[in-house]
């Protein structure tokens, strides 16, 4: 069996989703994929388990935060 989920992150601005892509990319590794549609991240995460999706949403989550705090002193 294979679980998926699609995030949809608004982030206020088409640069600041690509500038956060970019981040996020770096880490996607092969349980995410993620693209900017115009203000809007869009992240899709997948795996073989429920428990390893949520770990992998919980992985990517800590990564955003760190990627949303780095564009926004660059920014500033």
Do not use: F, Q
């Not at 640069?15 to 995410?32: C, P, T």
């Not at 949520?54 to 705090?69: F, G, N, Q, R, S």
């Amino acid at each position: 069996m294979e679980v998926s989920c699609l995030l949809e992150l608004d982030m206020g601005s088409e640069e600041r989703a690509g500038n956060v892509n970019r981040s996020l990319e770096l880490d996607n590794g092969e349980h995410a994929r993620s693209w900017v549609d115009g203000p809007v991240l869009k992240v899709e995460c997948s795996s073989k388990t429920m428990m390893s999706l949520l770990h992998t949403i919980e992985d990517l989550m800590a990564c955003l935060k760190v990627a949303d705090e780095i564009t926004d002193i660059e920014e500033g």
